[in-house]
């Protein structure tokens, strides 16, 4: 298993590659001019200068290999400063220094990092995300187990019907309606998701938790209907199963037999699929963040795209792709670990 | 044939002997495979309204400019912001009749002619997009399951693609090619070009593994070696032999990529990088509305359902297809 693992790690470094090398020539073919936004006044010896100054003189090869070792060596070197410096997590650890005033990935917008806004950014894009995907599963999971044990009865058929809409309504629709009704009509919660509110106390968790309802709902909405299709099929795959009438003739629970043996063994496959649709949740969030105005790496993404801004676009859009693949490799490995017929070596 | 059609031969005589071989009932006509399909379809009653309804939101929105012959883009500033007729059913003095039966927007323009032309253009995405990713998917699928010398090489293309960020990659494609298509089509035509071909580069992969699998057991069969064996080339076993043997999974797969393209065409448009702004689709008519929701609901709620209902049928009649088409589940 582990040497699986370190083989999946090593063969994921080329398809990185492979992805940023995409990303990059996506953006080198791109007709966008940075420079666009300058006064017309400036004259062109010195928008050629500024140009060069960005980076922009070079040809691509030497582009994309500065941008690799920014992003590969010189970032993570200030990752680990920081941890061993000023977090809580590592900083028994002695002091280092690694990073000594390279240039770092640079954003056209702000003239600052790009990481540095990412890390801003991120916070707000994982706890809407990450509880929502949480949410889902927590709802998803009893629906499945319950519609497929009572199989073609009301409730499953209710089940499947419901899952089949929230499949079918697309975020960017559920999103205004419950807007609509819960904002605007009821008034019981705020529209837009203010990311500068901090909890102290009581009734400021009681404001975050409120205007955290909707984004998390849509984005669940989605999660539940996917995971519960499947955690259903699962079950119906094992219920019939000999093992299951064996468990039920040496006298069982009904309770211990579904939620123990069957459950059990369903969880396989629904546990590969859980990390597996983990990166496309994190692309849905940008949908719902640009609908309640979350000011997460989605929308971070949206408002780099229409300034031109190509680091960090790329540098984004790269983070995704790190997303998937380390996902993919999470379900690889989980499989294996769970189901012991599957042997990879 | 023809010693069974002769009554007095000696065979017939024996035949009368043994009673046991006789056919007691008289021949049922032979069943086709389609026919089938087609008794278990009908089954899945999910399945048959979906179909429907795909069928008349199709031919509404291609028979539709004709049955309401309201221009979409007409301005009729005096007319505007018009509520849909069913408000007058609590309020007697709404801005509301049957001449604007889904009303109109802060600029006066039709809004059923406005979904019809947007319904036009969101389909259209839809149907295309899905082709051209079921034609790249086959293709890869039936080449790579077929010549083992391609198989390596194409699949982990796949694999390489598949782990590609789909959304992101899209909003930045459009973004950046809109400009030079733009101005070699027309800001119309190009942005039609760009996204159909963009969804249908970005959604080939599954129609690829599922083909690929699908080959790879086929090629096995005795059927293939059979016409191996009496010299079929290549190219005719493909297309005579395998592709309809592989027509059902194909199909399936086609009715997920016709709602993924309908949803990313309208999750493009609502991002705000897809069609010009006086250009409706329904994902358009959509994000124009969001702004003001709290006044006029019907003009998010009309586009948002017509987009989820075609969605919805979509996937209803995928799963009815599947069923009908997987011949283990058939006749159950």
Do not use: C
């Not at chain 1, 600052?112 to 889902?136: E, F, H």
């Not at chain 1, 709902?217 to 019939?240: E, H, K, P």
């Amino acid at each position: 298993m582990l040497t699986f693992t370190f083989r999946r790690l090593i063969l994921s470094i080329p398809t990185l590659l492979f992805i940023s090398l995409v990303i990059f020539g996506l953006l080198q073919l791109a007709p966008g001019d940075p420079m666009a936004q300058v006064p017309l006044t400036v004259p062109p010896e010195v928008k050629q200068k500024m140009r060069e100054a960005l980076g922009l003189g070079a040809p691509w090869y030497v582009q994309y290999y500065k941008w690799l070792i920014q992003f590969f060596w010189i970032e993570p070197k200030i990752l680990i400063d920081y941890l061993t410096n000023s977090s809580m997590l590592l900083g028994w650890l002695p002091d280092t220094s690694f990073y000594n005033g390279e240039l770092r990935v640079i954003s056209w917008q702000t003239r600052s990092p790009v990481m540095d806004i990412v890390i801003q950014r991120m916070p707000q894009t994982l706890w809407v995300v990450g509880l929502s995907y949480i949410v889902g599963i927590v709802i998803a999971i009893p629906i499945g187990i319950y519609s497929a044990y009572r199989h073609y009865s009301v409730f499953d058929q209710a089940g499947t019907f419901i899952t089949m809409v929230g499949f079918s309504i697309p975020p960017f629709f559920t999103g205004p309606l419950l807007i609509v009704i819960f904002s605007v009509y009821l008034g019981w919660l705020p529209s837009i998701y203010d990311t500068t509110h901090v909890v102290t106390d009581w009734a400021s968790f009681k404001v975050q938790f409120y205007q955290m309802i909707m984004p998390v709902m849509v984005l669940a909405l989605q999660t539940t209907a996917q995971i519960s299709r499947y955690m259903r099929g699962a079950m119906l795959d094992n219920l019939n199963q000999d093992y299951v009438r064996t468990a039920r003739a040496k006298g069982l629970r009904e309770g211990v037999v579904v939620m123990v043996h069957v459950l059990r063994n369903s969880m396989i496959p629904v546990v590969t699929v859980i990390a597996l649709g983990m990166p496309a949740i994190f692309g849905g969030a940008i949908i719902t963040e640009n609908v309640f105005k979350v000011n997460g790496i989605g929308q971070l993404l949206l408002t780099a795209l229409f300034a031109n801004d190509l680091p960090m676009v790329m540098t984004l859009t790269f983070i995704f792709a790190i997303l998937i693949v380390l996902f993919n490799l999470i379900a690889d490995v989980l499989y294996g670990l769970l189901d012991p017929r599957i042997r990879y070596d | 044939m023809t010693e069974q059609a002769v009554p007095a031969s000696p065979i017939e005589a024996d035949i009368e002997i043994f009673g046991a071989l006789t056919d007691k009932e008289p021949q049922k006509p032979p069943r086709s495979q389609w026919k089938d399909v087609w008794d278990q379809f009908r089954k899945h009653k999910g399945a048959v309204f979906g179909g429907g309804f795909l069928m008349f939101i199709t031919l509404g929105v291609i028979l539709g400019p004709w049955l309401w012959d309201v221009d979409p883009k007409a301005l009729d500033i005096r007319n505007k912001d018009w509520r849909p007729v069913y408000t007058l059913l609590w309020n007697a003095d709404a801005k509301a009749g049957w001449i604007h039966p889904f009303g109109t927007d802060q600029l006066g323009r039709d809004i059923l002619a406005q979904m019809i032309a947007g319904g036009r253009v969101s389909m259209a995405v839809g149907w295309l997009a899905m082709g051209l990713a079921l034609l790249i998917g086959t293709a890869i699928g039936v080449l790579s399951g077929y010549f083992k010398r391609l198989d390596f090489l194409m699949m982990r293309f796949t694999d390489l693609v598949l782990s590609l960020p789909i959304l992101p990659l899209t909003l930045l494609a459009v973004t950046l090619f809109r400009q030079p298509l733009n101005s070699r089509f027309g800001p119309e035509g190009g942005m039609f070009i760009l996204i159909v071909g963009i969804i249908g580069l970005t959604s080939w992969m599954q129609t690829a593994r599922i083909v690929r699998g699908d080959i790879l057991a086929l090629k096995e069969r005795e059927f293939i070696l059979a016409a191996r064996s009496i010299g079929t080339t290549s190219g005719k076993i493909i297309r005579r032999h395998l592709l309809p043997n592989v027509i059902s999974p194909i199909m399936v797969s086609a009715t997920l990529g016709l709602a993924t393209a309908i949803i990313t065409e309208s999750a493009l448009s609502f991002l705000g990088v897809g069609f010009p702004s006086d250009f409706p689709t329904w994902g358009k008519l959509l994000a124009d509305a969001v702004q003001r929701m709290q006044d006029f609901p019907e003009r998010v709620l009309l586009p948002g359902i017509a987009i989820s209902l075609t969605v919805l049928s979509v996937n209803y009649l995928g799963d009815g297809l599947r069923d009908a088409l997987d011949p283990r589940i058939r006749g159950r």
